[in-house]
């Protein structure tokens, strides 16, 4: 495994990317990049219309991943 990137619809930071980092790393060291709502509380509103707010539609997650693929 040469890393790992965990997509989530919550705050990265205490949300399921720090669970499975801290598993992850009892085990093997690797790469863990997280992609979700970045320091920021959220909001209420239509889903479609959040996601796209917060950067987590289907472009703006694989532009994330290809911009972390070529890191």
């Keep these: 495994m ?3 990137v965990v997509i989530e619809e919550h705050n ?3 949300g399921i990317s720090s669970i499975i980092a ?3 790393s009892e085990f093997i060291s690797v ?3 997280s992609i979700g709502i ?3 509380f959220g909001q209420s ?3 479609d219309v959040l996601l796209n707010h917060y950067g ?3 472009e703006t997650i694989i532009k994330k991943i290809q911009d ?3 890191f």
């Design 31 to 33: 790469p863990i990049k």
């Design 56 to 58: 987590l539609n289907k």
């Design 45 to 47: 509103g239509p889903r």
């Design 68 to 70: 972390i693929l070529h």
């Design 12 to 14: 990265v930071y205490c």
């Design 38 to 40: 970045e320091n920021s």
């Design 22 to 24: 801290r598993s992850i």
């Design 2 to 4: 040469k890393g790992v």
